[in-house]
């Protein structure tokens, strides 16, 4: 999006042959435009970039909650906060359980909206913004306000989830309480309450896709399947890239979930990398925690740029 | 297509099947709510309410104090949501609109932080509002978000197919640099505000992580931080008060949704960010 809005920039200073205005002009016009940047500067500088780079900082030290008065009774303690997190056993259960949840909960966010989006967009005419409305309002509801109410219809004995299931004599699982179903209950939930952003988006990238194309291949006897397969998939390559990518990045860091619904539990088996970095924190122990935070954004931006590279390349 | 109209009956009953499976939750929410707790643990589950009451609600606002809560919710969102309309229009016109010196690297800088997961800056921010004294306040649940880089992202995107004409009309006319932003453009962004300011509104009311490291008493919690907290205390098997608390949270932005659904849902396939 960003390369469309550079080439507008460039296309527009052409059209004003370069030296024409006056050197005044470009400096009032040079102050106004640092006058309106200063009050987001200012807050940008102090609440995102300077955090930013004090996070760094604060993962190479052992400071602790006792420090936060006394700065400079840190010591700077070099990587050691990373080859803690690299041999916690607990961190790196995280770490699993953070991996599970991204590698089953991606792929079938992204295999709902998609089926969402390609329903409304050919398969119906009528209704099309009731349905739209209806898969989209999990999405704008509080995780916090969703997990209490998740964990009430994946209760055991009276919850929804195992009376549907009771009907077609299923005998549900205790979700929340069996190490082996708490975290496919999370990721149920997760999917449900985010398919819909993925859909909208799906359903912006389905306008690309030619409607002639797929009537041409119809006359030659392609199934809706082969039609859907080889000519919409391919035309979708990077929204189906961008939703992968945002849903991912999403996933990775997901805390409220775990936090509201199983603290973690049972035995460690919904802790997030999150989750964790959030304890690491109550304890008191800053240092570690900053480290603990710095693994999760680098893991964010490698698996970006894997994503990028994977989803290109098939090109 | 008149043959998909008649022949994709069977879709439209999937469709539906799937809408009812996908509000089910919701619902369950808010008829439950005003069940009572008993009722709540019985096995098979009543679908309606056998004696409706509204007991839940006034244990909530009564005995919890969610009505400060609701308040706290409510001015974070409201003075978070008008920061970002503020500066994020006046970085977005600058970057837009102005040529200045460093202009690219600022773009970039901030576009770059877009990545960042929150957690990153979480513990350095809260030793930053610690020494400030801010802990524990209002405005340390607002100040950290009171301009966010998708904002700038939003209304750069926006103003940028606005006419540039506009700008050199009004130096000709001799309006100054801010005025020309204050008076000409600003009220032409009418559809981007209000998709940010939906946005922002929703995102703000929703947050959770922050306000639970910085709200340590009654006084300042917000409704997530409230809920989350009671739902994991001595109220955790209170099922009907849970509940009822949940539609406290999900009803405002349910109904600020519905109202501009068209706004935000454009917002998003347009941005591609939530």
Redesign the interface.
């Known amino acids: ?2 390369t469309l ?1 550079d080439g ?2 460039t296309a ?1 200073r052409e059209e004003a042959p370069p030296g024409r205005r006056r050197p005044r ?2 400096r ?10 200063l ?3 200012l ?2 500088l ?7 780079l ?2 760094l900082f ?1 993962s190479i030290t052992d400071t602790r909650a006792k420090d ?1 008065r006394t700065p400079f009774s840190v010591d700077i303690i070099g990587l050691d906060n990373y080859t803690r997190a690299l041999s916690d056993e607990n961190f790196l259960q995280a770490v699993r359980n953070t991996a599970y949840f991204v590698v089953v909960g991606v792929p079938l966010t992204l295999v709902m909206a998609l089926a ?1 989006a390609v ?2 967009d ?6 099309r913004s ?24 994946l209760n055991r ?2 919850g ?1 989830i195992n ?1 549907v299931l ?1 009907w077609v004599g299923i005998n549900g699982p205790n979700w929340l309480g069996d190490p082996d179903w708490s975290m496919p209950a999370l990721i149920m939930m997760a999917s ?1 309450r985010n398919f819909g ?1 993925g859909m ?2 799906f ?2 990238g389905l306008q690309a896709v030619p409607w002639a194309l797929h009537e041409a291949a119809a006359i030659d006897g392609a199934s809706a399947w082969q039609r859907f397969r080889h000519i919409t998939l391919p035309m979708l390559r990077p929204t189906l890239l ?1 939703v992968s990518v ?1 849903t991912m ?1 999403g996933y ?2 997901f ?2 979930e775990p ?2 619904m199983t ?1 973690g539990g049972p035995l460690n088996s919904t802790v997030s990398m ?1 989750l964790y ?2 304890r690491q ?1 109550g304890f008191g122990n ?1 240092g570690y ?2 480290s603990l ?2 693994i ?2 680098v893991v ?2 490698i698996v ?1 740029a894997l994503q990028f590279r994977a989803l290109r390349e098939k090109e | ?1 008149n043959r ?2 008649s022949g ?1 009956w069977w ?2 009953g ?2 539906s099947i ?2 009812v499976i ?5 619902l ?2 808010v008829v ?1 709510s005003f069940k009572t707790t008993p009722e ?6 009543t679908w309606l309410p056998e004696h409706a009451t509204l007991d839940n609600y006034t244990q909530l606002f009564a005995r919890l104090d969610f009505g400060t809560y609701f308040f706290n919710s409510t001015v974070v969102a409201v003075v978070v949501t008008a ?1 970002n309309l ?3 229009s ?2 977005g ?3 837009a609109m ?4 460093g ?1 690219k690297a ?1 773009f970039g ?3 770059a ?1 877009l ?14 509002v ?2 400030a004294g801010l802990v524990d306040t209002l405005p340390g649940l607002m ?2 978000f ?2 966010a ?1 998708f904002g ?1 992202f939003l209304m ?2 926006f103003i ?1 197919g606005l006419p ?1 004409d506009l700008l050199d009309a009004g ?1 000709v006319d001799g309006a ?3 005025r020309i ?1 204050a008076r000409i453009f600003l009220p032409l962004c009418g559809p981007a505000l209000a998709t940010l300011g939906i946005l922002t509104f ?1 995102g703000s ?2 947050n ?2 922050w306000p639970l ?1 910085v709200a340590q008493t009654e006084d300042t919690y917000t ?2 931080v409230a ?2 907290l009671y ?2 205390g001595q109220n955790s098997t209170n ?1 009907g008060l ?2 009822a ?2 539609t406290v ?2 009803m405002p ?2 109904l600020v ?2 109202a501009f ?1 068209r706004r ?2 454009e917002g ?3 941005t ?3």
């Not at chain 2, 996908?22 to 919701?26: D, E, I, Q, R, T």
Request: with cysteine.
């Open positions: 999006m960003s809005a507008v920039d527009r002009r470009r009032q016009e040079g102050n106004a435009a640092w006058l309106l940047a009050p987001f500067c807050l940008f102090v609440f995102t970039v300077w955090p930013v004090q996070s604060m936060l969402a329903a409304l050919r398969g119906i005419s009528r209704f009731v349905f739209r409305l209806g898969f989209y309002t999990p999405v704008v509801t509080s995780i916090v306000a969703v997990a209490v109410v998740w964990q009430f219809l004995q009276f929804l009376t009771g449900w952003t909208i988006i359903l912006a961008f945002t990045i990775l860091q805390f409220e936090f509201v603290n999150s970095t959030y924190f800053y925690a900053a935070s710095y999760i954004f964010v931006a970006t | 297509m998909s109209t994709k879709l439209y999937l469709l799937a809408v996908v509000s089910a939750p919701f369950w929410m439950g709540l643990r019985r096995n098979p589950p920061g503020l500066f994020c006046m970085l016109y600058a970057l102005l040529d200045f010196r202009k600022l800088v901030v576009m932080t990545l960042i997961p929150g957690v990153v800056t979480f513990v350095p921010l809260f030793v930053l610690a020494n100040l950290p009171l301009a880089p700038v750069r995107q940028l540039r130096r100054g640099e801010l932003f929703l009311w929703n959770f992580l490291v409704l997530p809920l989350a739902s994991k099922y849970l509940l608390g949940a949270v999900v932005v349910l949704f519905l659904q935000v849902i998003i396939a347009t591609g960010i939530k």
